[in-house]
């Protein structure tokens, strides 16, 4: 610190060095809270919250995972590369825990395999799967303006855009449409030193809460169904 007021071309005097010091906390203030975290890797962006104990409604059959297809342009792995079939593998897993520790269905298995002719296939789709934090764009100008008095009292500083929307498709073993169900949790909002979740980015909760909707609904309309005869 006492080297960085040094460098700054400012003569001595009351006024020049409250604006060093000035010059200073902003510095230390925007690069201490306003700077983005580093990108965290594929398990953070598919990791979900525990699964209820015991789901209201449970199917008395198997279910059987397929693929997880992710298409959101916004992902931050990008597209077709190997850490992108990394992350769906990722998120197959953390949804069938998920299902399986809620007991939404009697087992849940992984395909390929041979499921039987009384269970249930399931087909995740996200056309929308990020959860992005940016710079405010005025966070630093209007810190600069009112001389570090924006930053405490709390303005934005930073952006979160979170998007998750999916489709969960479920058909029986001989591939025929059981039902399908859709679910999206869009939001956009800004963030200063006083938000909750300033310090701590983890979109997980968002996530886990699609998740949760495409299942709890595709359960409940698959319960509808009449039975097949043995």
């Known amino acids: 610190m006492r080297n960085l007021l040094r460098c700054l071309p400012f003569e001595e005097g009351p006024k020049r060095c409250f604006v060093k010091v000035l010059v200073c906390m902003l510095v230390a203030a925007w690069s201490g809270c306003a700077a983005p975290p580093p990108p965290p890797g594929p398990a953070a962006w598919t990791s979900l919250m525990p699964a209820p104990t015991k789901s209201q409604q449970s199917i008395a059959a198997d279910a059987w995972m397929d693929v997880v297809d992710i298409s959101d342009p916004l992902e931050p792995e990008g597209g077709g590369s190997p850490s992108d079939a990394s992350r769906n593998d990722l998120m197959r897993s953390n949804i069938g825990h998920y299902i399986e520790d809620g007991h939404f269905f009697h087992t849940v298995n992984m395909l390929p395999g041979s499921p039987a ?103 409940a309309a698959v319960a509808k169904i009449p039975k097949r005869d043995s």
């Not at 929308?128 to 209007?142: C, K, S, Y």
């Not at 855009?161 to 169900?181: E, F, I, K, Q, W």
């Not at 909002?189 to 609904?217: C, I, K, M």
Request: proline residues 5%; neutral net charge; glycine residues 8%.
């Open 117 to 219: 002719p009384d269970a249930y296939v399931l087909q995740f789709e996200f056309t929308g799967f990020h959860a992005l934090r940016e710079p405010h764009p005025l966070g630093f100008v209007l810190a600069v303006l009112t001389g570090t008095l924006y930053l405490w009292v709390g303005g934005p500083l930073l952006t979160d855009d979170v998007d998750y929307t999916g489709t969960l498709t479920v058909r029986r073993a001989d591939a025929s449409l059981v039902t399908r169900t859709r679910a999206s949790l869009v939001r956009r909002r800004s963030l200063g030193l006083y938000s909750e979740g300033w310090r701590h980015f983890d979109p997980a909760e968002e996530r886990t809460e699609v998740v949760r909707q495409l299942v709890t609904n595709a359960v």
